[in-house]
């Protein structure tokens, strides 16, 4: 399943009722009648994911209208009368089976092609001390924002919770429990307040080799990135069905002991600075590329780690995205965590010896207002042609040669992308694009179509 993420959508994934083959007794599940809509829906919330699953199909979620599907039907919007958590969508995932799996900020939902079934999410063994919160659709409790969804190679669906940090659906019985991982998560993070049951988990992503990565950097925890070893995801202390006790101390650091064995942490050969990466990628040789908030970015290569920053040009940038392209060159783009202040520091291109440097000035995404340099997403065409999404000036594409940048006079009126997908989808080879305001661009090689239902102003 491709899918395209980005960081600004980060920046704003026991008992249930799950199985892959019928809908266990007590849950309910809703049976939905297409509704396909002419448009795409109002001015109102962000594109913030496009992701595209194997038949093809493009899913769009969005940050206050639900998730829409784009297919040979037209477009249909599915929201929280559907039997999603909540019309905040904060992950979608295609596990193997075809089941189409949504994370919000009010829970999991998992689509079986004709059904949203909601996921129950046991309460945790502590007290949540995290306070409800609203946005412009409701109030939920913290614990239930659910993000992150990840299928490891045994099946199981991973997923973070901002209240109880990392949950695990067993593939086979369709259980939910929270990880064993917690306890030595929150050890690890030293939290300040020990009634804070907020892990800080910031992301979960598995690798070629099976390996789960995890890092944490928020609500006030320690930066950190762990690789979880392949061959001890599925161990019993990992999946808590262990016999530790662990309000017993001797059990609690027999059980930490065992956890910790699976886990590598990643930090600097000083080991004196930890890392929590921002985006993240795998590339053709197996290298793993990490982006971080405020150090430009490190290649990791199973041993050692090579930190690209200061001469190489990244300054102390947030690298937001990292693309690989069909020629093996990697790029990344910057960003800021500056909220008064749009300015990046454009592109970069690495091709194994020489990491050129792009900014506007050469033609980067240059036809917004802001000319800001903040790049949030990037990917590569049929054609071969590597596209970028700009927070603040539009779109542009670079064909080896020069760029050409698109905006609202070419059909994208948002300035701001968030999110941007290539492939051949329904309807032919396209590039999408997400936006603020609702934004979602379809893009031909000939010119762009709107999803973006026009609203007068009052």
């Known amino acids: 399943m491709k899918q395209i993420i980005s960081f600004m959508a980060l920046a704003m994934l026991f008992f249930s009722c799950v ?11 809703k049976i939905i009648a297409r509704k396909v809509v002419t448009d795409y829906g109002t001015r109102v919330g962000n594109i913030s994911i496009i992701v595209q699953d194997k038949a ?3 899913w769009v979620g969005s940050t206050l209208q639900g998730l829409y599907l784009y297919d040979d039907k037209g477009i249909t919007n599915f929201t929280a009368k559907d039997g999603l958590g909540s019309d905040y969508i904060t992950s979608v995932m295609e596990a193997r089976d075809g089941v189409i799996w949504v994370g919000t900020e009010a829970g999991i939902s998992r689509y079986n092609g004709k059904s949203f079934t909601p996921v129950s999410i046991p309460a945790s063994d502590e007290r949540d001390f995290l306070p409800a919160f609203r946005n412009d659709i409701g109030q939920y409790p913290r614990s239930r924002w659910a993000g992150s969804l990840v299928q490891d190679r045994a099946g199981n669906i991973w997923f973070k919770t901002t209240g109880f940090g990392i949950y695990c659906i067993d593939g086979k019985s369709g ?24 892990l800080g988990i910031s992301a979960i992503v598995e690798d070629r080799k099976g390996n789960l990565w995890f890092t944490t950097g928020s609500c006030g925890t320690k930066n950190a990135t762990y690789r979880l070893a392949a061959a001890r995801v599925s161990h019993p202390c990992v999946m808590n069905t ?10 609690a ?16 050969r000083e080991g004196r600075h930890s890392i929590a990466f921002t985006s993240f990628l795998e590339d053709k040789a197996g290298n793993i590329w990490l982006g971080t908030w405020d150090s430009g970015a490190y290649r990791y290569n199973g041993q050692q780690l090579t930190h690209f920053l200061g001469k190489e040009g990244f300054d102390h940038n947030l690298v937001g995205t990292i693309f690989e392209d069909k020629s093996g060159s990697i790029w990344f783009g910057t960003g800021t965590l500056n909220s008064n202040n749009y300015e990046g520091n454009g592109a970069f291109r690495y091709d194994g010896k020489t990491l050129t440097h792009f900014t506007s000035k050469d033609g980067l995404c240059n036809k917004g207002k802001f000319h800001a340099n903040t790049i949030s997403c990037i990917t590569q065409d049929s054609d071969g042609k590597i596209w970028f999404g700009s927070d603040g000036d539009g779109a542009c594409y670079y064909d080896g040669r020069s760029f050409t940048s698109f905006g609202a006079k070419e059909g994208l009126s948002c300035d701001r992308v968030y999110c941007v997908l290539s492939g051949n989808t329904v309807g032919g080879s396209n590039v999408w694009f997400g936006a603020e305001e609702m934004g979602l661009y379809r893009y031909n090689g000939k010119g762009f179509t709107s999803f973006t239902r026009k609203v007068q102003a009052p």
């Open 19 to 29: 199985a892959h083959s019928k809908t266990p007794a007590g849950c309910q599940q």
């Open 56 to 58: 093809g199909r493009i």
């Open 175 to 198: 259980v939910v429990r929270q990880t064993g991982m917690k306890n030595f998560m929150k050890r690890e993070a030293s939290m300040p307040d020990t009634k804070r049951d907020d």
């Open 242 to 251: 262990c016999r530790h006790h662990v309000s017993n101390p001797i059990d």
């Open 253 to 268: 650091a027999a059980h930490n002991r065992e956890i910790e064995s699976g886990l590598t942490k990643i930090e600097t």
